[in-house]
């Protein structure tokens, strides 16, 4: 727990990845790049008192690198009832985005799904936040009821602006966001759940907007398989306009054959032109994912995927991914 000094002690991981990425996208070329450099940093400061952080290093469109961090947290968690951090987190919306974080290795995918894309992605969701977090056990027996309370700055959609609200925040109002998952004791890998994320939006250029998230999933993993399904409604409330939904889903099937993992995946995305944030920038797209995992060793895994992407008003996309995921 402490070091030769009496600090505590550093335990440091790493994980990266490098693909090769075809397109038939309007001006795309492919080619080689470096993915995300991510260094997974705890340190136990008491029995009951933790830091996480998660430092990335990731190349941008113009080929250089940029450095972020994506999560810092100083953790009191008592007892199974209370764990309670304060700093940047990945917001508890969903399953998604609080099972899988930035290291590629640990998802079945090369990416995420088009749900949870990062904001820096152009993602729709506050995927990180800035806050405290919190989230225990409820006394429920077998039924392995979790709760789930967060409050936060909430996300900045300006053009333009920084997507996570590190420093600052758009206005006085902070962004709330309260969950249940089960885990029962009598199916051993299944989970299933529900939140409601709720922030007044303040972008420059438009009226203040009221933003109510609504999520729920039901996912099934065990070491050879897992069936992971998530549905999203984003309500838009722009202050004396009708409101507008934004709905979402997708589901993820994959199965263990030695050191080889076939997987599949359906996602769906449907913003109206009508959505004062999303518009006609995020439109309607759906399609499939079709891919195969090889585990290379312990650490280290080869992935090929192919997506089919349909858009509304646009035409279809299609493309290819090879990616060397590994953990050091």
């Known amino acids: 727990m402490f070091g030769v000094l009496g600090t505590p002690a550093l335990q440091l991981r790493g994980y990266g990845d490098v693909q090769y990425h075809l397109s038939d996208r309007r001006g795309e070329k492919s080619a080689f790049a470096l993915g995300q450099l991510d260094l ?6 008491s029995d009951d008192v933790s830091v996480l952080s998660e430092l990335v290093l990731e190349g941008g469109d113009d080929n250089t690198f940029g450095f972020e961090i994506e999560r810092l947290l100083l953790q009191y968690a008592p007892s199974d009832y209370l764990n309670i951090g304060v700093g940047r987190y990945h917001t508890a919306i969903g399953y998604y985005n609080t099972a899988y974080h930035h290291g590629t290795w640990f998802q079945t995918a090369t990416g995420r799904p088009f749900l949870f894309a990062f904001e820096d992605e152009d993602g729709i969701l506050p995927i990180h936040n800035v806050g405290v977090t919190a989230t225990g056990r409820v006394p429920s027996g077998k039924l392995g009821l979790h709760y789930i309370a967060e409050v936060g ?34 199916v051993p890998g299944f989970q299933t759940g529900v939140s409601v994320y709720r922030d007044r939006l303040t972008p420059k250029g438009l009226r203040s907007i009221g933003q109510t998230i609504f999520a729920g999933h039901a996912v099934y993993q065990t070491p050879a398989f897992e069936w992971l399904n998530e549905e999203l409604v984003i309500r838009h409330d722009p202050r004396r306009q009708s409101s507008v939904h934004t709905a979402g889903f997708y589901t993820q099937l994959s199965q263990q054959f030695g050191k080889f993992r076939p ?66």
């Open 263 to 328: 997987y599949f995946r359906y996602q769906y995305l449907n913003a109206p032109g009508s959505d004062p944030l999303f518009g006609q920038d995020v439109g309607r797209r759906h399609g499939p994912t079709l891919g195969l995992r090889y585990e290379l060793t312990d650490f280290a895994a080869l992935k090929i995927q192919y997506d089919h992407t349909a858009r509304r008003a646009r035409r279809s996309l299609n493309e290819m991914t090879l990616q060397a995921a590994f953990a050091f």
């Open 153 to 186: 700055n909430g996300r900045p959609y300006s053009p333009g602006e920084e997507q996570v609200g590190n420093i600052t925040d758009n206005n006085n109002g902070k962004a709330v966001n309260f969950g249940l998952f089960a885990r029962p004791d009598w």
């Open 40 to 45: 997974f940093i705890t340190s136990q400061l």
